[in-house]
């Protein structure tokens, strides 16, 4: 073996070992932590902040439509406000002006 290569093999193990460090150090904790009870903890907190949030929304929601149905129940001018808007339904001898967006 020439003196050459026996300089250059210790040169390979320390960058070698230097990356096997690189990856155990880096990579290891990433890897633990990723997988471990914490993490799921927090992913589960943004879920259920964003389950709440539709929650909310969705309960406005509700909240708007049983106001409708009530108002549709007891006030018959929603009910003819709902037929002109929706089914298009005029009062007879009214004239209707279709400003229509086009084809």
Do not use: C, K
Request: glycine letters at 6%; zero cysteines; a positive charge.
């Amino acid at each position: 073996m020439s003196r050459r290569s026996r300089t250059r093999n210790p040169w390979i193990l320390r960058v070698l070992a230097a990356f096997a460090l690189a990856a155990t150090f880096g990579y290891g904790p990433y890897y633990l932590y990723a997988n471990s009870g914490f993490a799921r903890y927090l992913q589960l907190r943004r879920d259920l902040a964003a389950v709440e949030v539709r929650n909310a929304r969705l309960r406005a929601e509700t909240e708007r439509l049983a106001r409708e149905a009530e108002a549709l129940r007891t006030n018959s001018r929603a009910v003819e406000n709902v037929a002109r808007a929706d089914l298009g339904w005029v009062r007879p001898g009214e004239v209707v002006f279709d400003l229509g967006h086009g084809p």
